[in-house]
């Protein structure tokens, strides 16, 4: 696709119960970035994959939080046992390289997490 | 200290009004300087880029900045309904593994 796709937009879920989110990155772009977005904090880091090399976790809040990229291209963050702190909406980005330069980083529109 | 401070806001200024945006950030070795615009239920896009110190200008925006202060600015210039948005800057260092650090943004409205 030509953009970042991700699913679901929207997902309101129990307390305790486990949720996964996809992201569908460009095609081509090697790096992807999954970050947090509460309100009033901004865009908390949270995992970054970068091609076949071992992702950078150092952003995960906890060991309920983990992530997987198959095949260099589709990334899952799963939450597992939610809790009421974890409503936020969860952006997935993707860039060529580090995404410094000029082409920066595609996000995507984003999953808004609602934990009830 | 957070690496990179923003002032929240929120910021509320007249159509035709110059706006400045500003970040400060605490990390010298920071080397990469970047501004996304991110409208309401989408995510943010790159709306300027700089590296090192220096001006750059776009159109009605300009991205400067200072690293001797550790400072960075965003101006928009003839601000637009259109403008309204949250700006958030965003910083990295070189490597081809450095991820982007962020401000928590500032909410602009420009009133018509």
């Known amino acids: 696709g030509a953009g970042v796709s991700q699913s679901p937009s929207n997902k309101v879920t129990e307390k305790g119960k486990d949720v996964e989110l996809r992201c569908d990155p460009i095609s081509g772009h090697t790096a992807l970035y999954w970050y947090r977005q509460s309100l009033g904090q901004g865009l908390e880091f949270l995992i970054y994959?970068?091609?076949?090399?071992?992702?950078?976790k150092s952003g995960l809040p906890s060991d309920r939080f983990s992530a997987e990229r198959t095949g260099g291209s589709v990334s899952t963050l799963t939450i597992q046992r939610t809790q009421q702190e974890d409503s936020a909406v969860y952006l997935c980005?993707?860039?060529?390289?580090?995404?410094?330069?000029?082409?920066?980083?595609?996000f995507g529109s984003g999953t808004r997490l609602t934990v009830v | 200290q957070k690496e990179v401070e923003q002032d929240p806001g929120p910021l509320s200024v007249p159509e035709g009004a110059i706006v400045s945006l500003n970040c400060t950030y605490s990390?010298?070795?920071?080397?990469?300087f970047m501004w996304y615009r991110q409208y309401s239920r989408k995510g943010p896009e790159l709306l300027m880029y700089t590296y090192s110190s220096g001006n750059k200008e776009d159109g009605r925006f300009t991205a400067q900045v200072d690293k001797s202060s550790k400072y960075i600015s965003l101006f928009i210039r003839d601000s637009q309904p259109s403008d309204s948005a949250t700006y958030l800057c965003?910083?990295?260092?070189?490597?081809?593994?450095?991820?982007?650090?962020f401000g928590k943004g500032i909410t602009l409205s420009v009133r018509p």
């Open positions: 990390n010298s070795a920071f080397q990469y």
């Open positions: 965003a910083m990295s260092f070189t490597g081809a593994n450095s991820k982007l650090t």
């Open positions: 980005a993707s860039s060529l390289a580090g995404g410094q330069g000029i082409y920066g980083y595609t």
């Open positions: 994959f970068q091609g076949n090399s071992a992702p950078d």
